[in-house]
């Protein structure tokens, strides 16, 4: 098991969002001593979401509040989150050491690295201003939508 100073764990998570939260979820409930660090907010894009309506279970609710169940559900178990930035993860003989833009620095002998991602920019005129406005970078569920519905899925607005 690594240490650091705020704890000993067996897993450390790089990033609270629906993944990495997850991960804490299952690894609480096997009651693996588990960290995980976030830079921002725990949840990830779902903060950038307005409406949900294709998770499993809910046929409706908003970005920011299925953010907060996801995390009262990985706590439940356990895991520990803190909030910091990672900046470089780096083997140590059978450790992985987890340094932090803070100045922390954390070992484990495993890392779960969910750093999800961020939408790529078409690089067109008005592009910032418009963004969540009158059309979404959620490729994943506007364009088959778009496409769907006869609309040209590069403007998925709703
Ligand atoms: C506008 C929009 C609408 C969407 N709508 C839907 C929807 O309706 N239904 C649906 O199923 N999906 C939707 N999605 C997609 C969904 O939000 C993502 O698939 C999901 O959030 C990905 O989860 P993730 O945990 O992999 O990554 P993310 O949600 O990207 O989380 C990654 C986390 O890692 C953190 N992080 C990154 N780097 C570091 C670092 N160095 N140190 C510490 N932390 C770090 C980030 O701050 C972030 O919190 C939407 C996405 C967008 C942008």
Partial sequence: MGT?????YEI??????????TAALYAGRSRIPTLVLEKGIPGGQ???????????GFEHIMGPDLADKIQHHAQKFGATFETDEVVSIA??????????ASG????APAV?????????????PGEDELAGKVFSSDD???????????????????
């Fill in 4 to 8: 650091n100073g705020t704890g000993s």
């Fill in 12 to 21: 450390i998570i790089v990033g609270a969002g629906p993944a990495g939260q």
């Fill in 46 to 56: 779902l903060w950038n979401t307005a409406e949900v309506e294709d998770y499993p």
């Fill in 91 to 100: 083997a140590e003989g059978d450790d992985r050491v987890v340094r932090t």
């Fill in 104 to 107: 922390n620095e954390h070992r």
């Fill in 112 to 124: 779960i690295v969910t750093v999800g991602g961020e939408a790529r920019k078409l690089g067109v």
């Fill in 140 to 158: 994943a569920k506007e364009g088959p939508k778009a496409f769907a519905e006869k609309r040209d899925p590069r403007w998925t607005g709703r």
